[in-house]
Structures are given as structure tokens and as C-alpha cells.
Nanobody
Framework: QVQLVESGGGLVQPGGSLRLSCAAS????????MGWYRQAPGKQRELVAI???????NYADSVKGRFTISRDNAKNALYLQMNNLKPEDTAVYYC?????????WGQGTQVTVSS
């Protein structure tokens, strides 16, 4: 079955960094657009960054210049390097895999930015 397993979340001080990882199985990873989404308490889930199967990348304006998305098709892995974290980045971060009309979600990993 399809599994997307996120890791790397945690508690970090403002200005700090974290690297999230998403390990995918059960899909032909290289065919999928992969994305990171986040959901803060009381808010809707929002797109953070996306990388297509062809390597095109888009970021939410709020994270441009601070976050970097990357993928390793050989390892079926997706990454999100988050630098200069701010309290407003606090959320559950989800990995998403999408191909045509099919999409899958991971279970999420909590990121908390607080002093």
C-alpha cells in the first residue's frame, strides 16, 4: 500500500532551522508531483512548496527565501529545508504526492517555533 512518512519535526527557537523528510513507498515516486503543506490550529491547510516530476518548484510567498524543497528520486524521498524559522511557521506539516487525479497524504509532523 502507499505510505508517506514524514519525519524531522520538533521544537525550535525563532531563527533556527529544521529539515523535514518524507519517505514514500508504494508509488512510482518519479512520476509524482510532491509537495509540503501545513496546517496551523484553527486555519486551513495551505501549500508550502511543491516540486513537480520535472523538477519545477513553487513556494508560498511566506516561505520564499527561507525554505528549500528538494527530492531524491533514487531514494523515494522528499525534503524541506527550513531556515530562519518564525513563530508563524508553527503548524503540522504534511507530505503530499499527486499524479493526475490521484493524491496521497502523510500523517504529518509537528513543527513548533517558540522561544
Amino acid at each position: 500500500q502507499v505510505q508517506l512518512v514524514e519525519s524531522g519535526g520538533g521544537l525550535v527557537q525563532p531563527g533556527g532551522s529544521l529539515r523535514l523528510s518524507c519517505a514514500a513507498s508504494g508509488i512510482i515516486f518519479r512520476l509524482y508531483s510532491m509537495g509540503w503543506y501545513r496546517q496551523a490550529p484553527g486555519k486551513q491547510r495551505e501549500l508550502v512548496a511543491i516540486i513537480t516530476s520535472g523538477g519545477s518548484i513553487n513556494y508560498a510567498d511566506s516561505v520564499k527565501g527561507r525554505f528549500t524543497i528538494s527530492r531524491d528520486n533514487a531514494k523515494n524521498a522528499l525534503y524541506l529545508q527550513m531556515n530562519n524559522l518564525k513563530p508563524e511557521d508553527t503548524a503540522v506539516y504534511y507530505c503530499n504526492a499527486a499524479y493526475r487525479v490521484v493524491e496521497y497524504w502523510g500523517q504529518g509532523t509537528q513543527v513548533t517555533v517558540s522561544s
